[in-house]
């Protein structure tokens, strides 16, 4: 250990005396680190601070877990589970197994999908947190100065703060938009009746998932994809893998075309106008247009920490940001929309912070395959996560070489069992988590 992270362990150790000290007096409490934000990054950041004995203070204005837990991998995982289900009873004809005609319920299904996020929930609740030594407020941070924060009226300082705010799906500002109730990654697992006819806008990850997975439980689900492949961030070849399977599945998908108008008559149910003027009938729209940095009432200003021009946070290659006790971490911070990645960044992030260190994050291997060409010197055809590389495995029957070479490359990689050859010889299944930040 060298003698500056020293220093910094021994500060950790008389901070909880500092902390009884101001609460004592008038003072706000002052904290060796508030994570504000309890998705992927926050949580692993918090559990990180707290195991190296550090004062933490976990802000959440919402549901504790964040995305990944209410709105993104669990549910849509599940959803995808739910619909792979029938998809192989509709298919055992084929393996000479009969089931008689396969009917969907779908409110049981999304059932299903709610018992699997409250069986991860208390994971992450204020008392699993609080017994690891984490210490957590339910409320909306807002920075009111270099060192000072903001929760619901109640003022705290902080030795060093960590952004994990993470984004919000983005919505169409198309002409008639504002008339009708469009459904998001957000709000589409209040549904409890099947839409007969689904029109999904955004031919990405989240697009295409959705769409394959309500396809298969039954709706005529229609892809309105600007681009000229779906998952257009990825290798061309991953795109025509995914495309096949689409239309397996009956999804009809609109190639290089672009919505310009949405006309309702309910509010619920309409047309969505292509610019080619064709309509397409819907009985709910899906916008999956890709997601928005969620800084909106944190006043990141106030305290010096500067946005880029896309709306994230701007870090360095340590996730600091441009105030030195300020760090970022996960989709707020512009890196790819991975619950790993978000949750390996926060450990970095917290441990910079902690132990005055500047570990670097490298995150080229998980960007899209357009970006990987030109930012790293890994050639693009490596692939991204496992279930595409259990793909590249196979075809070439060289597991190792190719399942080494991301995993030398990532600093802090989560998935060490890339390299396993038995991973190699698994059948790809879906599709979990490509690129997330642009849906198109
Ligand atoms: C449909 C869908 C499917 C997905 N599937 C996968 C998948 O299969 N695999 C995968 O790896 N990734 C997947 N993702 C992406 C993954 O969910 C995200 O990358 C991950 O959740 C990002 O975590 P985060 O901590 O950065 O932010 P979030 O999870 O968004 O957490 C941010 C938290 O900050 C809180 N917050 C914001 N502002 C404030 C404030 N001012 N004060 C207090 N709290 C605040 C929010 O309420 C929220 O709880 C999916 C996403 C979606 C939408």
Not at 283 to 289: E, F, P, S
Request: a neutral charge; proline letters at 5%; aromatic letters at 4%.
């Amino acid at each position: 250990m060298s003698e500056h992270t020293v220093q910094h362990v021994a500060t950790l150790l008389n901070s909880k005396d500092a902390r009884k000290r101001s609460e004592r007096t008038s003072m706000p409490p002052e904290w060796d680190l508030i994570v504000i934000g309890s998705g992927s990054a926050g949580l692993v950041a918090s559990r990180t601070a707290a195991r190296f004995g550090a004062n933490v203070l976990l802000v959440e204005r919402s549901r504790l877990g964040g995305d990944c837990l209410w709105t993104g991998c669990v549910p849509s995982k599940s959803l995808i589970a739910a619909a792979h289900a029938a998809q192989v009873a509709r298919a055992s004809g084929n393996f000479g197994v009969s089931a008689s005609r396969v009917s969907v319920d779908f409110a049981q299904a999304m059932g299903h999908v709610q018992d699997a996020v409250n069986a991860i929930a208390p994971h992450d609740s204020v008392e699993a947190l609080g017994a690891l030594g984490v210490e957590v407020r339910m409320g909306e941070a807002r920075f009111t100065g270099g060192h000072t924060l903001d929760i619901d009226g109640e003022e705290h300082q902080f030795r060093q703060a960590l952004i994990a705010t993470g984004t919000t799906p983005r919505l169409p500002t198309l002409p008639g938009a504002d008339a009708v109730e469009i459904l998001t990654s957000d709000t589409i697992w209040n549904l409890n009746e099947l839409p007969g006819r689904l029109v999904i806008l955004g031919g990405g990850a989240i697009g295409s998932e959705l769409g394959q997975a309500l396809a298969r439980l039954g709706s005529h689900v229609t892809i309105i994809n600007r681009e000229n492949r779906i998952l257009p961030r990825e290798d061309p070849h991953a795109s025509a893998i995914l495309q096949a399977s689409l239309d397996r599945d009956g999804v009809e998908v609109l190639h290089g075309r672009r919505a310009v108008e949405i006309a309702s008559t309910d509010g619920i149910a309409g047309d969505v106008v292509l610019d080619d003027g064709r309509r397409i009938r819907f009985d709910r729209l899906l916008a999956a247009l890709g997601r928005d940095a969620q800084l909106d009432t944190l006043s990141p200003r106030l305290a010096g920490v500067d946005t880029t021009e896309h709306g994230y946070v701007r870090i360095d290659g340590s996730l600091r940001t441009t105030n030195k006790r300020i760090w970022a971490a996960g989709d707020i911070a512009g890196l790819p929309k991975f619950s790993h990645v978000a949750g390996v960044s926060g450990s970095v992030a917290a441990t910079n912070a902690l132990l005055g260190l500047r570990r670097k994050f490298d995150d080229r291997a998980f960007r899209g395959s357009r970006s990987r060409r030109r930012r790293s010197p890994l050639s693009g055809w490596l692939p991204r996560m496992p279930w595409t590389a259990s793909i590249a495995c196979t075809r070439s029957n060289t597991p190792l070489s190719i399942a080494r070479s991301p995993k030398e490359t990532l600093t802090g990689s989560p998935r060490s069992s890339w390299t396993s050859a038995d991973e190699c010889s698994a059948e790809p299944s879906s599709a979990p988590g490509q690129e997330r930040a642009s849906e198109n």
